[in-house]
T-cell receptor
Framework: DTAVSQTPKYLVTQMGNDKSIKCEQN?????MYWYKQDSKKFLKIMFS???????INETVPNRFSPKSPDKAHLNLHINSLELGDSAVYFC???????????????FGDGTRLSIL | QQPVQSPQAVILREGEDAVINCSSS?????VHWYRQKHGEAPVFLMI?????EQKGHEKISASFNEKKQQSSLYLTASQLSYSGTYFC???????????????FGQGTTLQVKP
């Protein structure tokens, strides 16, 4: 059973299009994250939700909008895609909050987004 | 602020040892280590929470020096399966509205050759 699953695995699209990436976790975690990994492998946090509440919102263009319908799902919608958006986007989950400090994060397999 | 890892890359022969360092200009409260194989997701290795704490996972261990604001990952008698990119991530101070936010270093690429 996959713990953190993302779809799609590959996404190839043209500049200006809108696309979504979906993430689901079956670990019972209360916190989910979106990371962007660029071509230099730099792994940067973008957003985090705890029980459907946005708790981390890094400096990211507002073309990126996360949504969490419930604590097991976190989606990422990207409007007006640009060449610089090409990257691998990872979803992750963990327990977090003051009752669960410093817990390991479990990553999905990533979505490889290529903008033509 | 992003922690700095050194070296950026290392090539080993099977059986050799390696050390990867992770340094921060800010106080460290916790250090998380992950390994990412090519084309795969980062995988959790270990977390160090206290100054001076050392942890081990098979032949991979780590230490945490609060005073030096540094953590080191030790890979002993390396195996081919150790190849990949190693990331350290610095975690937040516990009890301060912990969001679980990690700031990752730039990664160290380790290649183990037969």
């Amino acid at each position: 059973d996959t713990a953190v699953s993302q779809t799609p695995k590959y996404l190839v699209t043209q500049m200006g299009n809108d696309k979504s990436i979906k993430c689901e976790q079956n670990l019972g975690h209360d916190t989910m994250y979106w990371y962007k990994q660029d071509s230099k492998k730099f792994l940067k946090i973008m957003f985090s939700y705890n029980n459907k509440e946005l708790i981390i919102n890094e400096t990211v263009p507002n073309r990126f909008s996360p949504k969490s319908p419930d604590k097991a799902h976190l989606n990422l919608h990207i409007n007006s895609l640009e060449l610089g958006d090409s990257a691998v986007y990872f979803c992750a989950s963990s327990q977090a909050g003051d009752k669960h400090p410093n817990q390991p994060q479990h990553f999905g397999d990533g979505t490889r987004l290529s903008i033509l | 602020q992003q922690p700095v890892q050194s070296p950026q890359a290392v090539i080993l022969r099977e059986g050799e040892d390696a050390v990867i360092n992770c340094s921060s200009s800010k106080a460290l409260y916790s250090v998380h280590w992950y390994r990412q194989k090519h084309g795969e997701a980062p995988v959790f290795l270990m977390i160090l929470l206290k100054g001076g704490e050392q942890k081990g996972h098979e032949k991979i261990s780590a230490s945490f020096n609060e005073k030096k604001q540094q953590s080191s990952l030790y890979l002993t008698a390396s195996q081919l399966s150790y190849s990949g990119t190693y990331f350290c991530g610095t975690g937040p101070l516990t009890g301060s509205g912990n969001t679980g936010k990690l700031i990752f270093g730039q990664g160290t690429t380790l290649q183990v050759k037969p």
